[in-house]
């Protein structure tokens, strides 16, 4: 059944509720309840029940839950253990000033590149402490850590998202010389978005590009009172402060005990091409340096690992609703109705552009990155066909789509990961990445007009 623009109402209710009360879990029912009463009438209830079941069944729910814990375990041992303060304590003598130590965690972030939730998670972990030394707000850090996660994790080929739409393009006929991934790593110089948000991060960084909104406010408050993150931004709902991280400091400067699982979970993910047993591995060795160095009791060092779990709870949830919301979008239709209100305008030249600028719409609004690629891939290939262009081009703004929605969508996994490890409230993680992604969206917009005309 098509319900027009009635497909509408849950992303509506969505966005009113998390601008008004700025509660996640509340607004993702609500709006979730309302998409099943349009699909179900007076059967609301089973209809939101079999969407949840179905979030919990697919497979993406219980991936995600059990990654999350793992990380969990291992940020809450690396932290119990000293190790992350420590590690803290050696990178100060490098970044030793606001700027070194911006710079080091957008490097960092390229570094990590294999995959978007590892670089989030590690990126934080490393970096946290050393920058609330420097009085840098938690809503800019949360900033330049969603920046080098999907935008970095695009443009290296050998991510997980590289290889995912590699093997989309293959499906879909989109190769060069008879390959996919041939055909990616052609189109890396068109994925504009990436690019520009990644350039913007850079010049925030070195002072040539203004502080937005709330990072700018909130700079200002680190600046002259060393608040961090306030107890309305924080995720604990506890204010932190620069004074906190400086309280750690200590004479204490040994690396090794983060740098080595660090190493592991990269190169176990590497070789293995799966994070969560790059994770297992580094929790083992963690948990072996720990032992060796008695640093903890055996019932501390599971007390920890139960304080992990326990730490992603909510963020699960959160995630798990988003999901079934992303289901009953696509049961009503949305996209389909959507694509129907822009294909009268559709030509060779502006295509490019108007997909990056409506699937980008679409994953802010409704969610499901990958999800919406692979619903809109099987749209956007025949019709580059039909206009008679090489559909490489918009097949990439596709993918600028999904990395906007990825590092803007304020219910997207990539927000929740993100807001986890920095500590700050979904909400604010978005608002602080918002107004730079906006920017990038505008100037990615006229960076595909431009290639339409030149090139289509």
């Known amino acids: 059944m098509n319900y027009g623009i009635l497909s509408l109402i849950p992303v509506v209710v969505l966005f009113v509720l998390i601008f008004t009360t700025k509660r996640m879990l509340l607004s993702l029912t609500v709006a979730s309840l309302a998409g099943s009463i349009l699909l179900g009438g007076w059967n609301f209830a089973s209809v939101w029940l079999e969407q949840i079941q179905a979030a919990f069944m697919g497979g993406t729910v219980g991936y995600l839950f059990l990654l999350l814990a793992l990380f969990g375990i291992l940020i809450r041992l690396l932290d119990k253990s000293g190790a992350a ?45 050393v920058c609330d030394r420097h009085r840098i707000p938690r809503t800019l850090f949360g900033f330049l850590v969603n920046c080098t996660a999907a935008p970095v994790c695009v443009l290296i080929p050998v991510s997980t998202w590289a290889v ?6 293959e499906q879909h006929g989109v190769t060069v010389g008879g390959s996919g991934m041939n055909a990616y790593y052609a189109g890396i110089p068109f994925l504009f978005y990436a690019w520009i948000l990644l350039i913007i991060c850079l010049l925030v960084i070195l002072g040539v590009f203004p502080l937005i909104g709330v990072t700018r406010k909130d700079n200002k408050l680190a600046l002259e009172e060393g608040i961090v993150c306030t107890e309305e931004r924080s995720l604990d709902g506890k204010e932190i402060r620069c004074d906190d991280a400086e309280e750690e400091a200590s004479h204490k400067k040994n690396p090794f005990k983060f740098l080595i699982p660090m190493a592991v979970i990269i190169a176990l993910t590497i070789i293995t091409n799966d994070v969560m047993v790059g994770c297992m591995g580094a929790i083992l060795v963690t948990i072996i340096i720990i032992l060796i160095g008695k640093q903890m009791k055996l019932t501390e060092l599971f007390d920890a690992m139960f304080e992990g779990v326990g730490s992603m709870v909510q963020i699960c949830c959160v995630i798990a609703v988003a999901i079934s919301l992303v289901g009953i979008n696509n ?14 305008y559709l030509t060779g030249a502006v295509f490019p552009a108007l997909v990056f600028a409506f699937c980008a719409l ?13 619903i809109f891939m099987p749209i956007v290939v025949p019709i580059a066909h039909v206009l ?27 927000i929740m990961i993100t807001s986890r490890a920095v500590d700050i409230k979904p909400y604010y993680q978005m608002m602080g990445t918002f107004p730079y992604a906006l920017i990038s969206y505008a100037l990615t917009i006229v960076a595909f007009l431009i290639t339409g005309f030149v090139m289509c």
């Open 164 to 169: 995912f739409y590699g093997g989309l393009f």
């Open 362 to 374: 679409y994953t802010f609004f409704a969610g499901g990155f990958w999800d919406g690629s692979m």
């Open 85 to 129: 303060i420590e590690f803290a304590n050696w990178l100060s003598r490098y970044a030793n000033t606001r700027r070194k130590a911006m710079l080091l965690t957008f490097f960092l972030g390229w570094i990590i590149f294999v995959d978007d939730y590892l670089n989030n998670m590690a990126v934080s972990t490393a970096m946290k402490r």
């Open 331 to 344: 049961a009503t239709g949305m996209a389909e109705y959507l694509v129907e209100a822009v294909s009268p």
């Open 388 to 414: 008679g262009m090489n559909p490489l081009i918009p097949c990439m703004a596709l993918v600028c789509a999904a990395t906007a929605g990825s590092s803007a969508y304020v219910a997207g996994d990539a």
